[in-house]
């Protein structure tokens, strides 16, 4: 087949993966485009990986297997296959996961009609060798917005995961701005970011064909535990900076850069706790490192519909731990142990945060992640607002409207008791997502003893334009939080908010015990 026949290059790197292969293999062998070649990099691996590979291309000429002589890594090996490669276009598909057969045609067929550098897709996320699927779909946004686009006119693409097997690129784009992965774990991250900075024509495919396995074993969640990704993803961070600093991108998308950056180093906080928690060299040198990223975010600027509440909790939490010892036992209580598996929750993403299963009533105990037990609610409405609620409340957050008209008019007030042991001290958020809001409001936070006293209270202001804080209260004596009743009301100090300027109290956390 001629070089200029060939319409997609699917570049496949291989190490360690004998037990997966061969469907990943097979998924593309069934592809319905008419004109690809698949390029299998071998990594020198250690189990039967080679000899496979070696079976599999022999009996397809369109397999071409390249052998590296050492072993360099996932992201060498795509260098490797990009310098092999002769398809108009570029796919890279990890050996672990597979495709559906339309999945090269859909991208292609895409770029032929928009000229795209770059194609936008979305993908699967399979855990448990398949048992439980959850799709993961391209951000409306993007999957809306006027065709072609790039970074400047869609900045919500900015927004989308890093991984490169969900998305397609011209070959002459990717040889024209010399775009390689450096020889680091995370080398999706400078690669994304150069690509889509510098992408002046992108589209979307919008229906997942790619199948993302997640191993969630012990054993393979250590696989990417540890030393190693902890250093190297900073340094892929790093490096993505660098980029965006040094060629005029950052004051523009600075906003977009921290969203990123703080869902991927807490989701790194994540993969790499046991190591985390073992380790004090690893601990005090991630402590540093993550404060020293997330110094310099303005937190009042993220857009949360990106961000999710308990990833936003988490690094605002990390910046309150005075010393690396404070962030590992931060680590240690809001991790579960290796007998317990993630938690899946709405359209079938996990909820990466502070949360355990409650297998028995001791490990209830250690559970620091606080639910509303019982709550009561001062008055449901205001006279001069009927159509929206004063108040609200669940197992997880309490969601108040200050009055809007008459400063003088009481605040609806929400009492509640939290289940879980307490400590000696309480943190939750504070957030508005107004983002209209033109008033200065302030939210008054109260403990309150066994005969509805006042114990202990204190006022936190949320500035004109700050969407998020972090606020907490000191339990006395450190008792538990269950002994005690939370009230919580907002005002408005000065301006006037937007209508339904709702202030949100959730991911309530106790600190100590």
Avoid at 373 to 393: F, G, N, T, V
Wanted: aromatic residues 12%; proline residues 4%.
């Amino acid at each position: 087949m001629s070089k200029n026949a060939l319409k997609c290059s699917f570049i496949v790197p291989a190490y360690n993966v004998q037990k997966y292969l061969e469907k990943c293999i097979e998924s593309l062998q069934k592809q319905s485009l008419d004109s690809f070649e698949i390029i299998l990099v071998e990594d020198c691996s250690l189990d039967g990986t080679l000899a496979l590979a070696q079976r599999l291309s022999s009996k397809d000429n369109r397999i071409r297997l390249i052998r590296h002589k050492k072993n360099q890594g996932l992201g060498p090996a795509r260098n490797t296959g990009l310098a092999h490669a002769q398809g108009k276009y570029i796919c890279f598909v990890d050996s672990d996961d597979w495709v559906d057969p339309g999945y090269g045609e859909s991208f292609y067929l895409e770029a032929e009609r928009t000229n795209a550098d770059m194609i936008v897709g979305s993908f699967y996320a399979v855990f448990s060798q398949g048992a439980r699927i959850a799709p993961h779909f391209v951000d409306p946004m993007v999957r809306y917005a006027s065709l072609p686009f790039n970074a400047r006119t869609c900045p919500a693409v900015l927004s989308m995961p890093t991984p490169v097997w969900d998305k397609c690129y011209r070959r002459e784009f990717l040889e024209q701005h010399n775009l390689r992965f450096p020889a680091l774990i995370g080398e999706d991250i400078p690669f994304q970011w150069a690509a889509m900075t510098q992408a002046e024509r992108m589209s979307v495919v919008g229906e997942p064909f790619y199948y993302y396995r997640i191993r969630d074993s012990q054993k393979n969640r250590s696989l990417t535990a540890g030393r190693d990704i902890f250093a190297d993803v900073f340094l892929a961070q790093e490096k993505a900076l660098n980029f965006l600093k040094s060629n005029g991108y950052y004051e523009e998308f600075k906003a977009i850069w921290w969203e990123r950056m703080i869902k991927e180093l807490l989701h790194l906080t994540e993969k790499s706790a046991d190591t985390l928690i073992s380790d004090r060299f690893v601990a005090k040198v991630f402590h540093m490192m993550l404060c020293k990223s997330l110094a310099s975010v303005d937190f009042s600027m993220l857009n949360r519909a990106y961000v999710p509440d308990h990833i936003l909790f988490k690094a605002m939490f990390a910046l309150q731990c005075e010393t690396w010892k404070d962030f590992q036992d931060f680590v240690r209580r809001s991790t579960p142990t290796q007998h317990k598996r993630p938690v899946f929750f709405n359209a079938g993403k996990i909820k990466l945060a502070l949360i355990q299963h409650n297998l028995d009533l001791k490990e209830d105990e250690k559970n620091h992640l606080l639910t509303i037990a019982e709550y009561k609610i001062s008055r449901d409405y205001y006279s001069d607002l009927p159509d929206y609620a004063a108040a609200s409340c669940d197992g997880h957050k309490i969601i108040l409207l200050p009055p809007v008209h008459d400063s003088e008019m009481e605040a609806a007030k929400v009492r509640v008791t939290l289940k879980g042991q307490g400590s000696k001290r309480l943190w939750y958020f504070i957030a508005c997502a107004q983002e209209a809001r033109s008033a200065e409001l302030a939210i008054f936070q109260r403990i309150l003893g066994e005969n509805q006293e006042v114990i202990a209270e204190q006022e936190t202001v949320l500035p004109v334009g700050t969407k998020i804080l972090l606020s907490s209260l000191e339990l006395p004596n450190e008792e538990k939080s269950s002994k005690f009743t939370f009230e919580f009301f907002v005002k408005c100090l000065s301006g006037f908010p937007a209508w339904a300027s709702d202030v949100t109290i959730s991911n309530f956390y106790g600190e100590g015990a």
